[in-house]
């Protein structure tokens, strides 16, 4: 027997469900008629009533009930089905949030490796300076800094933070390094507004800041600091995580011993029951391995 379409099914199955022609068809984005004429043309195909209509709505007749047993196992198994296959796709992807200072002086780079080993993960990044709500915006996962404590997340503390002096070889001549507090002094110094400035650093180098203004000009974004720094235009304070390429290639240099430990730490964070997601779990797994190396080297 040739099987009915599904649309008429669809209708069937909506006004066996609600018991009323009109609440099915506002569920179906129809007309009243519409749903109608369906389980009319149903009906004459099956060669059997499937409803009793009555003043307060459709009521199922033994055949019609028969009929929507087999509906509702098929519906169920079909959107099972979708599921399955939504489910199959979004572990085929994976979004991260993180800063775009982050993702330039650090991530970017390492990706290569990531594909590497894991080839069938596709990861789409996005990049904005303003903490992603995970329980709002489409993104799997992010890379945070703070103290931890996020209501509703899982969290993995990926590395703790310090800040260094670094400067561009050029800007520093025949200077003898490591620069002692007075003479870095002499040089044009940046730092960021996210972070302590070179008051704290004196702070902890021991040193008295000069009186009037403290020094140094302050940027918005951690990689414009570090732009300048690579322009040769400043001493810059930055985050060692976020120079730690150009220190290795010799692009910047350290100009000081003195570090200035950050309260706030690197995080890996995502939704409360997705750790275990498999391409989560994957991309959360290799950065802890790609920032154990990075620490070990410092």
């Keep these: 027997m040739r ?11 909506a006004v066996a469900r609600h018991g009323n022609f009109s609440r099915a068809a506002d569920e179906l984005a129809v007309t009243h008629g519409a749903v109608s004429r369906q389980i009319r043309a149903l009906e004459q ?27 509702r196992a098929a519906f169920a198994a079909l959107r099972g089905g979708v599921a399955d296959l939504a489910r199959r796709n979004a572990d085929r992807s994976v979004t991260l949030s993180l800063t775009t200072s982050l993702a330039l002086k650090w991530l970017v780079p ?4 990531f594909r590497s080993r894991h080839p069938e993960v596709a990861v789409l990044l996005d990049t904005n300076d303003a903490p992603a709500d995970l329980h709002e915006q489409p993104v799997d996962c992010a890379l945070r800094f703070g103290t931890g404590g996020w209501a509703g997340l899982h969290e993995t503390r990926l590395t703790e933070e310090e800040l260094v002096a670094v400067a561009a070889p050029g800007l520093m001549g025949g200077a003898s390094l490591p620069l002692s507090p ?3 002094m ?47 235009q400043a001493v810059a304070l930055v985050r060692r995580l976020l120079a730690a390429d150009d220190l290795a290639a010799g692009r910047l240099i350290q100009v000081s011993g003195v570090t ?25 797994d290799w950065l802890q391995e790609g920032f154990a190396d990075f620490r070990s080297r410092f």
Excluded: M
């Design 3 to 13: 099987l009915p379409s599904l649309r008429a099914i669809q209708a069937f199955d």
């Design 186 to 232: 002499t040089f044009p110094l940046v730092h960021d507004d996210y972070n302590p400035g070179w008051d704290r650093w004196l702070e902890k180098a021991g040193a008295e800041p000069p009186a009037g203004a403290l020094p140094g000009d302050r940027y918005i974004d951690s990689g414009v600091l570090i732009a300048a720094a690579l322009d040769g």
């Design 110 to 113: 390492r990706l290569p490796a």
């Design 182 to 184: 007075r003479d870095l």
């Design 260 to 284: 200035l430990p950050l309260e706030r730490s690197l995080f890996f964070v995502c939704r409360a029951g997705d750790q275990n997601r498999p391409v989560v779990a994957a991309l959360r």
């Design 45 to 71: 195909q099956l060669c059997t009533p499937l409803f009793h209509r009555t003043a307060k709505g459709a009521a199922l007749t033994g055949d019609g009930e028969v009929l929507f047993q087999a509906s």
